[in-house]
């Protein structure tokens, strides 16, 4: 379960003038609720970066916590990779990188985080925003950890979020969905009616009337749920039912629900897309791309930072630029794009990583 609402606001580090008067005027240009624009970090002491995580117990020790299982082949299973693939990147022992999934209620979430931070690890990883009010409560009684918080957008004293901009993989995939679809009409399933899934589902629009301006893109329906694949196989039926033939989705393990509904109707030239990871195989047949999220780039990166004393919160943004966010065509469906659509989509995928088009968010 991913709960990714991102509302900004900025959380004091020193009782001093200036510190109060900036977070007076955050609040007054910010106020509450999700924007777009990005949050301000915590001032430090005297000007001067004081490095963070610096944990106790001599290992250096990184844990993760998520809300869902990481057999989802998705959300959860990315994080999970990317905790693999910090253990890996930094030698550390199971023992030092532990995890703990399926943290569905408040109470649970909070435990866990307390757990492994009352045990001196240096970073906790949050994934999900859902941790990250819980995280800026305890931060103070934990400094010597940091709490790194995917999908978040605040950023406190000990408290830094990972600002995932899916929005890059998602245009591109509009871009492909309106040029491979014959109806002429495109479909959305997401599980929360969010403003991290809709302005997925916005820059998803953008790329396909970047191409075809007279596409129609149908009204998102969210099943409220992001693991219940019957809610999401019926919510693409109908769908499908409403003329859509190119099915984009952001409902992590449910995704499959959408699959196997596209599966069944094949026969009338319908198409689905993945996110959050490379979910090709999940059906080869009619997936036609991918736009997944490498969380161990954004996982290393931080971790790296934090082992050698030099990181500080911040709310740097990892998109395809940065390298986490991907777009992958189904190889096995590569026939099936003409050759010069592939083009366009190279050509676009780079202009996006060069920083040349800006990907409308939010």
Known sequence: MRLRQRPLWTPLSRKTFLAALAAALALAAFGCGRANENATAAPTSGGKAASVGTGSGGNFRVALVMSGPTSDNGWNAGAYNALLAVRKELNLSEQDSPSVDSQSTPEKRDESLRAFASKGFNIVYGHGNEYEEPALKMESEFPQTLFVISSGRKVGHNTTPIIIELEDGAYLEGMLAASMSKANKLGLVGAQ??????????????????????????????????????????????????????????????????????QERKDRGVWALGTNSDQNKAAPDVILASAPIYYDKAFISIAKEVKAGTFQPNNRPFGMKEGVVGFVLNPALADKIPADLKARLEETQKKITEGLLAVPKG
């Open 193 to 262: 009616e969010i403003p991290p899934v809709q302005s997925v589902f916005q820059a998803f629009e953008a790329g396909a009337k970047a191409v075809k301006p007279t596409i129609q893109v149908l009204k998102p329906l969210y099943t409220g749920s992001w693991d219940d694949v019957g809610k999401a196989k019926q919510a693409t039926l109908a769908i499908i039912d409403q003329g859509a033939d190119v099915i984009m989705q952001d409902v992590d393990a449910a995704a499959q629900g959408v699959f196997n509904a596209v």
